[in-house]
């Protein structure tokens, strides 16, 4: 069996944020006189501003910002310089989900050589135990996390009269007056067709799970019946023409959300962040968040989580000390977590993060975006609804890629959506055996 270095257990509990830490924990200490000039791959919006205060606090150490567009783009990049052994970063930004592959390269520093374990009691406990979860080797320091809501234009609901949906099943309902409504030209909602994670998200609000430890194997389940039911209710929206399969993050997509041509959507904690930096004055004061739709009326807010993410160290880095310390600094430093959360929306990995005033902020983005609401009130309530009891395999990355191959082939009308799940399961079943995991 091939040793997974790394694999993870998502625990979203907020109980324990009761003894979170209100000042900034003593950071190690920089190299006086040392000049050093760290390369950071990052995809977080506004993320020069936080450096800028960064570089204030440790002026002899320069930080170069290198975005290269979300998660696929960098992890490909990324995978690609680790292996060849040159063009790695300093530090990268990589998402829970993918942080077991990266382990498995041996491409990344035990940050616990420069102290970093001495920094697990400042961070939700559940986030700590993804980046070490043997509790020894410190693969990366927690940035943030990514449960799920549902965003949506209160102005574009109103003009087609219907109600913010609290059932999927009223949100299909919703999603068909909007079209015939509007003839077409208007969608409630889109659906993602090339990030695994945001659909993984909805069956897991559904107590879906898509990998599970069992013994010193592993149980692969890609096509679990909560997967089958979410797929073929997104599909029969999409076969009706009630929603939009425009790709994530492009600039289609802005451009339709927008214009009002895509009035919603379920996206995870960091996400309005994202709305506010890419769409800027456009549609801004006109976004709204609440509780994703239950598919029970009446019964308790359930979530999943898409995402958050973590800062890694690369064997590459030759100032790993000093890249070590902006990755703590990043993500524990109350101005950094406070810029983060305006600029780009961040959901703080840290326990006194979550208890920051500027979260509850409404004058500044993203709430300012969302019409001065109390989003991260929302996001907060969603983590509380996320099944803690979910696990991801180190062979994740190729099970992402291979979602695109079915869907694309869903979409197409070449599959249905029992049959896209189905190739799902076996190929990344046949795909994980190969690489030598004990796997059934």
Same mark, same amino acid.
């Given at each position: 069996?091939?040793?997974?270095?790394?694999?993870?257990?998502?625990?979203?509990?907020?109980?324990?944020?009761?003894?979170?830490?209100?000042?900034?924990?003593?950071?190690?200490?920089?190299?006086?006189?040392?000049?050093?000039?760290?390369?950071?791959?990052?995809?977080?919006?506004?993320?020069?501003?936080?450096?800028?205060?960064?570089?204030?606090?440790?002026?002899?150490?320069?930080?170069?910002?290198?975005?290269?567009?979300?998660?696929?783009?960098?992890?490909?990049?990324?995978?690609?310089?680790?292996?060849?052994?040159?063009?790695?970063?300093?530090?990268?930004?990589?998402?829970?989900?993918?942080?077991?592959?990266?382990?498995?390269?041996?491409?990344?520093?035990?940050?616990?050589?420069?102290?970093?374990?001495?920094?697990?009691?400042?961070?939700?406990?559940?986030?700590?135990?993804?980046?070490?979860?043997?509790?020894?080797?410190?693969?990366?320091?927690?940035?943030?996390?990514?449960?799920?809501?549902?965003?949506?234009?209160?102005?574009?609901?109103?003009?087609?009269?219907?109600?913010?949906?609290?059932?999927?099943?009223?949100?299909?309902?919703?999603?068909?007056?909007?079209?015939?409504?509007?003839?077409?030209?208007?969608?409630?909602? @889109? $659906?993602? *067709?090339?990030?695994? &994670?945001?659909?993984? +998200?909805?069956?897991?609000? !559904?107590?879906?799970?898509?990998?599970? #430890?069992?013994?010193?194997?592993?149980?692969?389940?890609?096509?679990?019946?909560?997967?089958?039911?979410?797929?073929?209710?997104?599909?029969?929206?999409?076969?009706?023409?009630?929603?939009?399969?425009?790709?994530?993050?492009?600039?289609?997509?802005?451009?339709?959300?927008?214009?009002?041509?895509?009035?919603? @959507? $379920?996206? *995870?904690?960091?996400? &309005?962040?994202?709305? +506010?930096?890419?769409?800027? !004055?456009?549609?801004?004061?006109?976004? #709204?968040?609440?509780?994703?739709?239950?598919?029970?009326?009446?019964?308790?807010?359930?979530?999943?989580?898409?995402?958050?993410?973590?800062?890694?160290?690369?064997?590459?880095?030759?100032?790993?000390?000093?890249?070590?310390?902006?990755?703590?600094?990043?993500?524990?430093?109350?101005?950094?977590?406070?810029? @983060?959360?305006?600029?780009?929306?961040?959901?703080?990995?840290? +326990?006194?993060?979550?208890?920051?005033?500027?979260?509850?902020?409404?004058?500044?983005?993203?709430?300012?975006?969302?019409?001065?609401?109390?989003?991260?009130?929302?996001?907060?309530?969603?983590?509380?609804?996320?099944?803690?009891?979910?696990?991801?395999?180190?062979?994740?990355?190729?099970?992402?890629?291979?979602?695109?191959?079915?869907?694309?082939?869903?979409?197409?009308?070449?599959?249905?959506?029992?049959?896209?799940?189905?190739?799902?399961? +076996?190929?990344?079943?046949?795909?994980?055996?190969?690489?030598?995991?004990?796997?059934?």
């Amino acid at each position: 069996m091939k040793k997974a270095v790394l694999f993870v257990t998502l625990a979203l509990g907020l109980s324990a944020l009761s003894s979170a830490l209100a000042a900034d924990p003593a950071f190690p200490k920089a190299e006086a006189g040392k000049k050093v000039t760290l390369e950071v791959w990052s995809w977080v919006p506004g993320l020069d501003k936080t450096v800028a205060s960064f570089t204030k606090a440790y002026p002899d150490i320069n930080v170069k910002i290198v975005n290269l567009g979300g998660g696929p783009n960098t992890y490909t990049k990324l995978q690609t310089a680790l292996k060849a052994g040159s063009g790695a970063p300093d530090v990268a930004q990589i998402e829970y989900g993918f942080l077991p592959s990266f382990a498995d390269t041996g491409g990344l520093v035990d940050l616990a050589k420069y102290g970093a374990g001495d920094y697990k009691k400042y961070f939700v406990p559940w986030t700590w135990g993804q980046v070490s979860p043997e509790g020894k080797a410190v693969y990366a320091i927690p940035q943030d996390t990514g449960p799920f809501a549902m965003v949506y234009r209160q102005d574009v609901l109103s003009k087609y009269g219907v109600a913010v949906p609290k059932t999927w099943a009223q949100y299909a309902s919703a999603a068909s007056v909007v079209n015939q409504k509007s003839a077409g030209k208007a969608k409630l909602g @889109n $659906f993602y *067709a090339t990030f695994a &994670p945001w659909f993984m +998200a909805l069956a897991w609000a !559904d107590s879906g799970q898509f990998f599970k #430890r069992d013994g010193d194997g592993w149980v692969q389940t890609l096509n679990n019946p909560s997967a089958k039911k979410v797929l073929n209710y997104w599909n029969d929206m999409i076969k009706k023409g009630d929603v939009s399969t425009i790709g994530a993050f492009s600039a289609d997509y802005w451009n339709a959300t927008g214009a009002g041509t895509v009035a919603s @959507n $379920f996206e *995870a904690a960091w996400g &309005p962040g994202g709305y +506010a930096g890419s769409m800027k !004055d456009k549609s801004a004061g006109l976004w #709204r968040a609440a509780a994703l739709p239950q598919w029970t009326a009446g019964s308790s807010i359930k979530s999943g989580n898409w995402g958050g993410s973590s800062n890694i160290v690369t064997t590459q880095s030759k100032n790993p000390k000093e890249a070590t310390l902006f990755a703590l600094w990043l993500n524990l430093s109350g101005t950094a977590i406070t810029e @983060n959360w305006n600029n780009g929306g961040l959901f703080p990995a840290s +326990a006194a993060g979550l208890n920051l005033p500027a979260l509850d902020d409404k004058t500044k983005n993203p709430s300012k975006f969302f019409g001065g609401q109390n989003i991260s009130a929302v996001y907060a309530q969603a983590s509380k609804g996320v099944n803690v009891n979910f696990q991801w395999a180190p062979w994740f990355p190729f099970a992402n890629d291979n979602y695109n191959k079915q869907i694309d082939l869903m979409l197409k009308g070449k599959l249905t959506p029992d049959q896209a799940l189905d190739a799902w399961q +076996a190929e990344t079943l046949a795909n994980a055996k190969k690489e030598g995991y004990t796997v059934r």
